[in-house]
T-cell receptor, first 118, second 113 residues
């Protein structure tokens, strides 16, 4: 499958600081990337859709001013958690849908980033 | 939007037994149904998927069945092994447009040796 690289794999920060997570599609260009969040022992919940060349689309209940998404290029999307608080501690994982040339619905996931806010 | 429900939340079986996990979905536009295995602290890994034009798909010890009329699909694992122990998620999405997956709540499978 396609390779999606996510960095950092884990980060610990102090409450009130901001943290940036990068997601790179290494095998093909991606005009769309998805950001999911997974709390301990829970499912993956879609936070937002990152769109190259336009604003991200946020799911209901996700604060766009807190979770800043920038689709900087066709291979890079970043998620910045601003003014992080302990309740933002979670596993954040990006995913890339296949290009139109690929006849599969499979999403390709990054390795995930575990954020711990002290 | 899509809503995917998954049962059971936990499942314990003896090694060699079969395990079945069931999911239902709500959006009739969904036509792609993958199953993921996730080990602690790692990304989900696709283990099998099925599209709506197929009723059943099998890959060695793993099979998935789909009843599009009833909007439910199931994962079947035969001859379970301890290494099958993990959390399993079903998901659904349309395979056109945005293609974002909606996940079920997950099933923690424990295979007892």
């Amino acid at each position: 499958g396609a390779v999606v690289s996510q960095h950092p794999s884990w980060v610990i920060c102090k409450s009130g600081t901001s943290v940036k997570i990068e997601c790179r599609s290494l095998d093909f260009q991606a005009t769309t990337m998805f950001w999911y969040r997974q709390f301990p022992k829970q499912s993956l919940m879609l936070m937002a859709t990152s769109n190259e060349g336009s604003k991200a689309t946020y799911e209901q209940g996700v604060e766009k001013d807190k979770f800043l998404i920038n689709h900087a290029s066709l291979t890079l999307s970043t998620l910045t958690v601003t003014s992080a608080h302990p309740e933002d501690s979670s596993f954040y994982i990006c995913s890339v849908p296949p290009g139109l040339a690929v006849n599969t619905g499979e999403l390709f996931f990054g390795e995930g980033s575990r954020l711990t806010v002290l | 939007g899509e809503n995917v429900e998954q049962h059971p939340s936990t499942l314990s079986v003896q090694e060699g037994d079969s395990a079945v996990i069931k999911c239902t979905y709500s959006d009739s536009a969904s036509n792609y149904f993958p199953w993921y295995k996730q080990e602690l602290g790692k990304r989900p890994q696709l283990i099998i998927d099925i599209r709506s034009n197929v009723g059943e798909k099998k890959d060695q010890r793993i099979a998935v069945t789909l009843n599009k009329t009833a909007k439910h699909f199931s994962l079947h694992i035969t001859e379970t092994q301890p290494e099958d122990s993990a959390v399993y998620f079903c998901a659904a999405s349309p395979d056109t447009g945005r293609r974002a997956l909606t996940f079920g709540s997950g099933t923690r499978l424990q295979v007892q040796p």
